[in-house]
């Protein structure tokens, strides 16, 4: 529940490297999606309801990787974008 100016001033001042950072990012991305649908799937049995919010998200995820050179505020970047889903990925890192 921290707020996130004081994340992009942790992730700015850690100096992380896009090429280090983005990486790691995609690996969280993906894991939130497979335990999504695994929690989904034992909870409600279906899971073809989440297929158009990953994709939503993916999207998300392409923008955000596209900017991410032109800005310098990452953490509001993924605020912007999705405050709900990208943001904590972040922050999972």
């Known amino acids: 529940m921290t707020n ?4 992009s001033e942790i992730y700015i ?11 790691e990012m995609l690996n969280e991305w993906e894991k939130y999606w ?13 899971t073809a309801h989440l297929d158009e919010m990953k994709e939503k998200s993916w999207r998300q995820f392409q923008v955000y990787m596209e900017c991410y050179d ?4 990452i953490i509001d970047l993924a605020c912007k974008i999705d405050n709900v889903a990208l943001t904590p990925l972040q922050l999972s890192q």
């Open 70 to 73: 032109d800005i310098g505020d």
């Open 4 to 7: 996130e100016s004081i994340w």
């Open 34 to 46: 497979t335990t999504e649908y695994q929690k989904v799937k034992e909870t409600v049995g279906k």
């Open 13 to 23: 001042d850690a100096g992380i490297e896009k090429h280090v950072f983005l990486p």
